[in-house]
Antibody, heavy 119, light 110 residues
Framework: EVRLVQSGAEVKKPGESLKISCRGS????????IAWVRQMPGKGLEWMGI????????RHSPSFQGQVTISADKSISTAYLQWSSLKASDTAMYFC????????????WGQGTVVTVSS | QSVLTQPPSASGTPGQRVTISCSGS????????VNWHQQLPGTAPKLLIY???QRPSGVPDRFSGSKSGTSASLAISGLQSEDEADYYC???????????FGGGTKLTVL
């Protein structure tokens, strides 16, 4: 079964750092782009950026450039989303999703990671 | 403000047919295919329609998509209570060089 499994919920304080993960299984992890998508409470979906685990080629949305770091470790089929200094406004659900072969659509989604940033 | 525009809400009674619109521009829907995602309450989004009108394996044929110019629409026929969810359109944007989403439409089955 093709799956993306994300790390668990996080509760952090403003200014702290954080790295969440997304592990792929059941397919060739290095052959598909992985995207990160933010969903703030009660809001819609926002594309943050993408990475190609095969060579770690990365593109960020202009809205998130400089705010987060996207990386991958192909040896363990895992992509990461990282913050160096969290803000309360980073409180959201974060999804990883695979750019599949079906018209380039996000065909497989992780279950989501809730990040809560509060003092 | 989302790049693609969807109505915030839609509703219908069981068995009815409902449509959800998605409006974009020449840099996204006008040049690229449209995908639709369904997000049931408290769950991750799921791909419903890709390449404007194609259904992934397992998606009932009650769901259909279409595109014309810079707009697209999702139609759901034979509405069922389990269709109550948020629906998002998405397309690649050549200006952004990345995917863009609609703001989502909350479908209520009355």
């Amino acid at each position: 079964e093709v799956r993306l499994v994300q790390s668990g919920a996080e509760v952090k304080k403003p200014g702290e750092s954080l790295k969440i993960s997304c592990r792929g299984s059941g397919y060739s992890f290095t052959s598909y782009w992985i995207a990160w998508v933010r969903q703030m409470p009660g809001k819609g979906l926002e594309w943050m950026g993408i990475i190609y685990p095969g060579d770690s080629n990365t593109r960020h949305s202009p809205s998130f450039q400089g705010q987060v770091t996207i990386s991958a470790d192909k040896s363990i089929s895992t992509a990461y989303l990282q913050w160096s200094s969290l803000k309360a406004s980073d409180t959201a659900m974060y999804f990883c999703a695979r750019h599949g072969l079906l018209g380039g659509a996000f065909d497989i989604w992780g279950q989501g990671t809730v990040v809560t940033v509060s003092s | 403000q989302s790049v693609l525009t969807q109505p915030p809400s839609a509703s219908g009674t069981p068995g009815q047919r409902v449509t959800i619109s998605c409006s974009g521009s020449s840099s996204n829907i006008g040049r690229n295919t449209v995908n639709w995602h369904q997000q049931l309450p408290g769950t991750a989004p799921k791909l419903l329609i890709y390449s404007n009108n194609q259904r992934p394996s397992g998606v009932p044929d009650r769901f259909s998509g279409s595109k014309s110019g810079t707009s697209a629409s999702l139609a759901i026929s034979g509405l069922q209570s389990e269709d109550e969810a948020d629906y998002y359109c998405a397309a690649w944007d050549d200006f952004l060089n990345g995917p863009v989403f609609g703001g989502g439409t909350k479908l209520t089955v009355l």
